[in-house]
């Protein structure tokens, strides 16, 4: 199962700034949420971690969240893929965002073909989404 597109490691900025550039005033339900959120952990370990996938072990090196103030997210991650079969590259996902539950509660619903919802964490500047078969923690500054 292909999980999201791959890009470019230099196309990353332009495809998030492009991809959550319009925008109304926001709902201020979201408006406590958003922002952007650096990785800083996956399922308890500082990146590089490496991860088993259905296309082999991943190294995944960094990444990004930006959560919008309309609902919509995008994520970026960079991973090398080990052995050196493949170059470094970013998977891009992006979707929509909902909060629940006293806002603690995140459900992720990525855009198609995937279309996998998931349920993801929000507490304070800290957000908990779940992908590639691991806990991803990303940290608003």
């Given amino acids: 199962m292909r999980l999201a597109?791959?890009?470019p490691a230099?196309?990353?900025p332009i495809a998030l700034a492009g991809a959550l550039a319009c925008s109304d005033d926001g709902d201020?339900?979201?408006?406590r949420a958003a922002g952007f959120y650096n990785l800083t952990q996956i399922d308890?370990?500082?990146?590089?971690?490496?991860?088993q996938t259905a296309e082999g072990t991943i190294f995944v090196t960094r990444g990004t969240?930006?959560?919008?103030?309309d609902g919509r997210f995008?994520?970026?991650?960079?991973?090398?893929?080990?052995g050196g079969v493949r170059p470094a590259a970013w998977t891009l996902v992006q979707g929509r965002y909902a909060l629940r539950g006293g806002d603690s509660a995140m459900t992720v619903?990525?855009?198609p073909p995937d279309s996998r919802v998931l349920a993801a964490t929000l507490a304070g500047?800290?957000?908990?989404v779940p992908m590639f078969g691991a806990r991803l923690l990303f940290e608003r500054p």
């Fill in 109 to 111: 619903t990525l855009e």
């Fill in 5 to 7: 597109r791959r890009v």
């Fill in 74 to 82: 995008a994520m970026g991650i960079e991973q090398n893929f080990a």
């Fill in 44 to 51: 308890g370990r500082t990146p590089p971690v490496a991860l």
């Fill in 125 to 128: 500047k800290q957000a908990t």
């Fill in 10 to 12: 230099v196309a990353l």
């Fill in 65 to 69: 969240m930006q959560l919008h103030d």
């Fill in 28 to 31: 201020p339900t979201f408006r």
